[in-house]
T-cell receptor, first 113, second 113 residues
């Protein structure tokens, strides 16, 4: 399944399935992108980042894909586990050189056992 | 986890009272940020700091002030708290302005009655 960030939609997947979370970013000048995971009662936790000179980057069980042509970012989680249940945010750096980030609204991922 | 401590973690206070939130880091990072997080708005930047005594406004700075007298501490002050400032406040740090993720503390839940 897949979902688009910005309106806090919910993506519900079965444990063991792959998850795809999408984000449409806003600023064509952005050249650095980050995915965060936020569990209830905690702060956002860094998952993976990607620079605009790349279109794909892989981490442990996660892959980020960047399509600059359509300003689209996605996070793929392989073999989704109950511990992956959280809200996921994308962030972009816009045209700022002060480290300021622009955050998407987030997507809630629910993993069914 | 990045060495970020926010205090207090929870606070309830009355309208019109001053409130100060503290962010303490042990990473010696140059950049520090204060955000608020509200349903339907995601993370919004209040103020940020790019060095000791160097601060600037974010997108929702009205009613807030900040101070950074040493690298490790960044204080957020509500001079006269209002109910609209009820929110969850997050501090974040990063080592550089570009191409590095921000790392977040676990937040302060502030209720203003």
């Amino acid at each position: 399944g897949e979902s688009v960030g910005l309106h806090l939609p919910t993506l519900s997947v079965q444990e063991g399935d792959n998850s795809i979370i999408n984000c449409a970013y806003s600023n064509s000048a952005s050249d650095y992108f980050i995915w965060y995971k936020q569990e209830s009662g905690k702060g956002p936790q860094f998952i993976i980042d990607i620079r605009s000179n790349m279109d794909k980057r892989q981490g442990q069980r996660v892959t980020v894909l960047l399509n600059k042509t359509v300003k689209h970012l996605s996070l793929q989680i392989a073999a989704t586990q109950p511990g992956d249940s959280a809200v996921y945010f994308c962030a972009e750096n816009g045209s700022s050189n002060t480290g300021k980030l622009i955050f998407g609204q987030g997507t809630t991922l629910q993993v069914k056992p | 986890d990045a060495g970020i401590t926010q205090s207090p973690r929870h606070k309830v206070t009355e309208t019109g009272t001053p409130v100060t939130l503290r962010c303490h880091q042990t990473e010696n990072h140059r950049y520090m940020y204060w955000y608020r997080q509200d349903p339907g708005h995601g993370l919004r930047l209040i103020h940020y700091s790019y060095g000791v005594k160097d601060t600037d406004k974010g997108e929702v700075s009205d009613g807030y002030s900040v101070s950074r007298s040493k690298t490790e501490d960044f204080l957020l002050t509500l001079e006269s708290a209002t109910s609209s400032q009820t929110s969850v406040y997050f501090c974040a740090i990063s080592g550089t302005a570009t191409n590095q993720p921000q790392h977040f503390g676990d937040g302060t839940r502030l209720s203003i009655l």
